[in-house]
């Protein structure tokens, strides 16, 4: 059955954990989407695994409908969330309802996300009032990194909990029906999980979030750039793809790829005729 933002809900109130991956491409997210996850994230991580930049910020709404149409043709039950690119929001109102439409018909979305709190509550609020579904994102954004000066853990003194806590509940009060939490100490996302009526879906953010999230190079050992604390490896495909990769180099020099059943036949008679 597709998984609806109610699917969210009712989990949260279940008391039941969700799960999110990432994906980027039509055969990924048909796999992930198989394995029975709740919801794919087309992330601006994008720039940095698959387009090879060091951050998000040159991500375009092109890059983000691009991949996010390919993932959406993918999946049958998961909810797809694409992600909003740096500039396709911040700059006014109008243009965050005109880029979250684009992701939705282009996209073809079932919910987009946005980074920031208090600030953004707006765009959220006019984004939901046309009846497209948000997702906020709070903590480290990466977006704001060069704000941030570098990938730091967020929410640590006394008065960023406090910010956080308010952020949260502002984003909620605008609409959004989930709230993305990362990098932020887990005692602090529990205690934004416990008072939030909508769900939290945690990245290093600690095991009392609603639900987890995490970039799938990161948990497939398929990125190796830069692996934060909070990513768990569940297995290495990169040293697996590496080694086929290099068997494959070796098999095509020594002759034995392509192999007879690899090829297709031709009549013989036909062949004589071309000499
Ligand atoms: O872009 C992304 O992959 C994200 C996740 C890290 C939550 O926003």
């Not at 990466?142 to 806590?165: R, T, W």
């Not at 602090?188 to 799938?216: F, H, R």
């Amino acid at each position: 059955m597709k998984k609806t933002v109610h699917t969210f809900q009712e989990a949260k109130n279940l008391g039941e954990k969700l799960t999110m991956l990432t994906a980027y491409d039509y055969s990924t997210a048909k796999l992930i989407d198989e394995a029975g996850i709740d919801s794919i994230l087309v992330g601006d991580s994008l720039g940095n695994v698959v387009l090879g930049y060091e951050d998000t910020i040159s991500v375009t709404m092109e890059d983000m409908i691009h991949h996010g149409a390919a993932v959406a043709r993918g999946v049958k039950e998961a909810l797809v969330v694409i992600d909003m690119p740096f500039m396709s929001y911040q700059t006014s109102v109008y243009d965050a309802v005109v880029n979250a439409g684009r992701l939705m018909k282009e996209g073809r979305a079932n919910a987009v996300k946005l980074e920031g709190g208090i600030s953004i509550c707006p765009q959220i609020k006019a984004i939901t009032e046309t009846g497209i579904p948000v997702v906020a994102h709070l903590g480290l954004t990466p977006q704001s990194i060069n704000a941030f000066g570098g990938f730091k853990v967020q929410g640590k003194s006394e008065d960023a909990a406090k910010k956080l806590i308010e952020d949260a509940f502002a984003v909620q009060e605008a609409g959004a029906f989930a709230v993305v939490l990362e990098c932020v100490p887990g005692k602090l996302a529990a205690i934004i999980t416990e008072k939030l009526s909508i769900p939290t879906i945690g990245i290093g953010a600690g095991k009392e979030c609603d639900g987890q999230v995490l970039v799938y190079q990161d948990m497939l050992g398929m990125f190796s750039d830069f692996v934060p604390k909070f990513v768990k490896q569940y297995t290495n495909v990169g040293h697996v793809m590496k080694e086929a990769f290099r068997q494959y180099k070796d098999e095509v020099s020594r002759g034995i790829f392509p192999a007879e059943e690899n090829g297709y036949k031709i009549d013989d008679d036909v062949i004589e005729k071309l000499y």
